[in-house]
């Protein structure tokens, strides 16, 4: 298993930005696969980045463009940078992990690690 810590969430209006991160522990991070997700209110959880051990990244559709997944092996910590938010990405964003480092993984079944979550919201 995996532990894992997000921080970095908060409040932010429209068209600003927040970076978010993810620190963990109790596996070589640098062979994981990092993803983040996020889950509004009444929603199901949805993908938004994955980063593989290689360093290949996805975007789900909604945030291509405006977020970017990122590590740093030598910190444990995988980060994502959202830049031009809108109200609509308001949620609790989770950081999940995978010991298959590979594969580039969208639905949240193959990730057998998640963090507690973090706050963003974006006000109009």
């Known amino acids: 298993q995996v532990q894992l810590v997000e921080s970095g969430g908060g409040l932010v209006q429209a068209g600003g930005s927040l970076r978010l991160s993810c620190a963990a522990s109790?596996?070589?991070?640098?062979?994981?696969?990092m993803a983040w997700f996020r889950q509004a209110p009444g929603k199901e959880r949805e993908f938004v980045a994955v980063?593989?051990?290689?360093?290949?990244?996805d975007y789900g559709d909604s945030v291509k463009g405006r977020f970017t997944i990122s590590r740093d092996n030598a910190k444990n910590t995988v980060y994502l940078q959202m830049n031009s938010l809108k109200p609509e990405d308001t949620a609790v964003y989770y950081c999940?992990?995978?010991?298959?480092?590979?594969?580039?993984?969208?639905?949240?079944?193959?990730?057998?690690?998640w963090g507690q979550g973090t706050q963003v919201t974006v006000s109009s």
């Open positions: 999940a992990a995978d010991l298959m480092g590979w594969g580039l993984k969208r639905s949240p079944r193959d990730y057998d690690s």
């Open positions: 109790g596996r070589t991070f640098s062979s994981l696969e």
């Open positions: 980063i593989s051990a290689s360093g290949g990244t």
